[in-house]
């Protein structure tokens, strides 16, 4: 991991990263979080598949998908039908070594997939918060934890750049493929630092960069929305972990993103790549999915 501190991105140089030089604009960062709110509202209300990214694996099981990006079947048989929208990239919760009666917050907790397997470990006496920007995506949601008889979930409206929870209240935080889709990325690494007690812990699933991505990909908006071109470097992701005064940063998985669907993306995309010329070997390796620890440090 490298300790060197760097400066946060700033959002012009993103759109840079994102390829804003050559025959296409890139996404306009300004719009992105609209974009964003709506497409994961379509999927929400059942308008639009979720896939995260948008590949070819969009059309396979959601829950064939959960287990091959680590979620245990016993865990998904006991989730409410509908929880699960295949919209993750790892399976955090399991890593996050919850305790009955702690306090977690799920950032971008979508359909409730990851709020209510933390609901089951910290128990009743225990307290789940999810955090959604999407109005439909908490109506499912707190549907789904009505139906299942979740006392000790709620979920909140509110966005993971100013998160509606107190200083220092909760143990630990979660995050499922979330923090890619958000352009000011230090500003929720530092909401995190805030909301958790000193000594508290966060385990998150996201996805990263190494290396810059071929143009028609980086500035192409239906990879912003799923889960690839929004994504950081590497090196500018952790750093902005570690500018927030998060500590002991640690790898649980660190896998090729795109493998796992061979490659193969939806039609719209790979017409464009091959409009393009990016090849197979232009993408290979560079989009990875990662699942991390890190503590705030104090007692
Ligand atoms: C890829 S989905 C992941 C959902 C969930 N974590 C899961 O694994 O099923 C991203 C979710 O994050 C929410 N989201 C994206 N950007 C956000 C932001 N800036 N603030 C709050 N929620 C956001 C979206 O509404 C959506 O529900």
């Known amino acids: 991991m490298d300790k060197k501190k760097r400066r946060a991105p700033a959002r012009a140089s993103r759109a840079r990263s994102a390829g ?3 025959a296409s604009p890139a996404p306009d960062l300004s719009r992105i979080v609209d974009e964003v709110r709506e497409r994961y509202g379509r999927i929400a209300e059942g308008r639009e598949s979720g896939c995260c990214p948008p590949t070819s694996a969009c059309g396979d099981p959601v829950g064939a998908v959960a287990v091959t990006i680590g979620y245990k079947d016993r865990d998904l048989e006991v989730l409410p039908a509908g929880a699960n929208l295949g919209l993750g990239c790892g399976a955090p919760v399991d890593l996050l070594d919850l305790r009955p009666g702690e ?40 549907a789904n934890a ?65 290396g810059p991505l071929p143009e028609a990909i980086a500035t192409d908006l239906l990879t912003y929305v799923g889960c690839i071109s929004g994504a950081a470097q590497r090196r500018d992701y952790f750093s902005l972990v570690e500018s927030a005064g ?11 993103f795109l493998a796992a669907s061979g490659y193969t993306f939806s039609a719209e995309l790979q017409e464009r790549l091959d409009r393009e010329g990016v090849r197979r070997a232009d993408l290979e390796g560079k989009v990875r999915s990662v699942t991390f620890r890190a503590v705030r440090p104090g007692q």
């Open 20 to 22: 804003s030089v050559g």
């Open 103 to 142: 306090t977690v917050v799920d950032l971008g907790s979508g359909a409730g997939i990851d709020a209510f397997l933390a609901a089951r470990r910290v128990g009743p006496t225990g307290r789940v918060i999810g955090v959604d920007m999407t109005p439909a995506m908490l109506e499912r949601a707190r």
């Open 146 to 210: 009505a139906e299942a008889g979740f006392t000790q979930v709620e979920f909140r409206q509110g966005r993971l750049e100013a998160l509606p929870v107190d200083d220092a209240s909760v143990d630990a935080v979660t995050s499922n493929c979330v923090i890619n889709l958000v352009p000011d990325k230090s500003a929720v690494f530092r909401e995190i630092a805030r909301v958790l007690r000193p000594g508290g812990r966060l385990v998150i699933s996201d996805i990263i960069l190494d």
């Open 246 to 256: 998060l500590t002991g940063i640690h790898l649980y998985k660190d896998v090729d």
